[in-house]
């Protein structure tokens, strides 16, 4: 492979645990800094030793909460991924952070550590509805959080959840257009699930939180889909939202099926054709690093099969769809392995798919049928 590599960093710790979040995310008392840095540092030479030869296109530093992290620990993993294989010219680093006042006073020394893109977890501008999400922010700190993430990086990007219990049309066509109003060149908006292991999960199982239904959240997700074609900024993925340019080139990687290597507590990774992840529990992975100078908990071989499955299903969320030469190539099978032909044929005679050469895409008519698009089209056995 001569493709660059992705490079995912997990901070795993949060001030506080968010209701809707099933992230890899924990609360403590204390952080001993050095040893984390020391362990994240350790946890990148192992996976670069097994990847020589390779360019990084992107680093993400992801959470739990990374606006957490001192600015010197981001700047040691960015020179150490730089020394281990070498940045291409144009790379990418987001960090994610959130609105607090006390994080964004980091902003201009994560700016100086190498981070030039950051997404920021807005999630709403709402008083009442950040309280209900158990967010720590308000409403004040949100906007100033993205006047000052603007003022530091070249790119910005942030997070709303919608969708939420009793909110109309009309007061979500509100509050998107007061965030697009900011100008950034890329917004991620997604719709308010109920995941399993949450506070919201055991509320939902009492009848205490409903959230709406399908037509109501689907006239929702055609009223975003109006407003952020018509500001510049159409849908890419399900959920994300980009200026032309200004797509996460990371999460691209992840959807285009291109190899990342995942350090941190929890960071899953795949590259040289297998699935990595690491221990999950922060104390567990230090005792892992300790022990064996990385956090690797799982490292198993992906057959090729798995791995078709996995780049339909990651890239059939894309709007340009996905390239079947390039799945055979990654998976070594002919694409009546992987592809119902038939089904696809079907599918965009209904204006569901597009099927043109070597590329099938979900059309916009199909986006929100997409699971049961993919039930229908991938070959899994």
């Known amino acids: 492979m001569t493709e660059p590599l992705a490079l995912y960093v997990h901070w795993p710790f949060c001030v506080s645990k968010c209701p809707y979040c099933d992230f890899n995310s924990h609360v403590r008392a204390g952080v001993d800094q050095a040893a984390w840095r020391a362990a994240l540092l350790a946890d990148l030479r192992h996976e670069a030793a097994l990847l020589p030869g390779r360019a990084v296109s992107s680093i993400f530093f992801g959470g739990g909460t990374p606006s957490l992290m001192p600015p010197e620990t981001v700047a040691a993993v960015i020179a150490a991924a730089d020394a281990a294989w070498g940045l291409t010219a144009d790379c990418e680093i987001t960090l994610e952070a959130n609105p607090n006042s006390v994080e964004v006073a980091n902003f201009a020394a994560l700016a100086n550590a190498g981070v030039n893109r950051v997404s920021i977890g807005v999630q709403s501008f709402d008083p009442q509805v950040l309280e209900f999400l158990g967010r720590a922010h308000s409403g004040d700190e949100a906007r100033a959080a993205i006047a000052a993430a603007q003022a530091h990086f070249a790119r910005v990007s942030f997070d709303l959840i919608y969708a939420r219990p009793g909110q109309s049309p009309a007061a979500w066509e509100a509050e998107l257009g007061a965030a697009l109003a900011f100008g950034t060149g890329h917004l991620s908006l997604y719709q308010l699930t109920i995941e399993l292991g949450t506070r919201f999960a055991t509320l939902a199982a009492k009848g205490e939180l409903v959230i709406p239904d399908g037509d109501a959240a689907a006239d929702l997700f055609d009223a975003t889909q109006a407003m952020t074609r018509a500001a510049g900024l159409p849908r890419y993925e399900v959920s994300n939202h980009a200026r032309p340019g200004e797509e996460s080139r990371h999460n691209l990687t992840y959807w285009r099926y291109g190899d990342y290597a995942g350090i941190g507590p929890g960071a899953h990774g795949r590259r040289l054709a297998q699935a990595t992840e690491r221990h999950r529990k922060p104390e567990n992975f230090l005792a892992a690093v300790e022990r064996n100078s990385h956090g690797l908990k799982v490292e198993s071989d992906l057959p090729g099969r798995e791995r078709a499955t996995e780049a339909m299903l990651m890239g059939l969320r894309l709007t340009e769809g996905v390239d079947l030469t390039r799945i055979e190539a990654r998976s070594g099978l002919a694409r009546a392995a992987f592809l ?42």
């Open 340 to 381: 119902d032909s038939e089904a696809a044929a079907r599918l965009a005679g209904q204006g569901l798919v597009t099927l043109d050469g070597d590329r099938l895409a979900v059309t916009d008519n199909g986006i929100l049928l997409l699971d049961s698009i993919l039930s229908e089209v991938v070959r899994t056995g």
